[in-house]
């Protein structure tokens, strides 16, 4: 971030330098204006990259059926790039809808990107499951409705 701060001073001082000229034509200030956006744009990217928050997208699967009080395995399949995610940190999010209490529940990798925790919903209702990932820097998450009967 430094970086940024660092690159948009002097991007400005150089602007107003330009601005001072009176040579300086109107082509050349713009000229210069589009390519300090684009390395603003280029350093923000790669900081954010740097920071795992950059364009890493998950493959999320996931399913589960359920009744009231019936104890279920919840399951998700995780893939990066079209390879099985293993040894990731997933957990299950599970509230019912309208309601401000949360749960997780710790999901166990079963086999190679594979991943399963144990729970049983308390009512009947419409809940949301959001699935977390994490991995080193990548975290991702997705949300699933399921209707519980």
Do not use: R
Not at 5 to 31: H, N, R, T, W
Not at 134 to 145: F, P, R, S
């Amino acid at each position: 971030m430094k970086n940024l701060i660092s690159l948009c001073a002097a991007a400005v001082l150089l602007l107003s330098g330009c601005a001072e000229k009176e040579e300086a034509s109107v082509q050349q200030q713009k000229e210069l204006e589009t390519a300090v956006k684009e390395t603003v744009v280029e350093v923000i990217e790669q900081e954010l990259a740097e920071e795992g928050h950059g364009h890493h997208h998950v493959s999320i699967d996931f399913t589960a059926e359920a009744a009231e009080q019936e104890a279920i395995n919840l399951q998700t399949v995780l893939q990066l790039e079209e390879k099985p995610l293993t040894q990731a940190d997933v957990s299950f999010e599970i509230w019912q809808d309208g309601d401000e209490k949360h749960e997780y529940v710790a999901a166990v990798e079963q086999d190679s990107g594979t991943y399963s925790a144990a729970y049983q919903y308390p009512d009947k209702g419409t809940y949301i499951v959001n699935i977390h990932v994490v991995k080193g820097e990548l975290h991702d998450h997705q949300e699933q409705t399921i209707s519980i009967k």
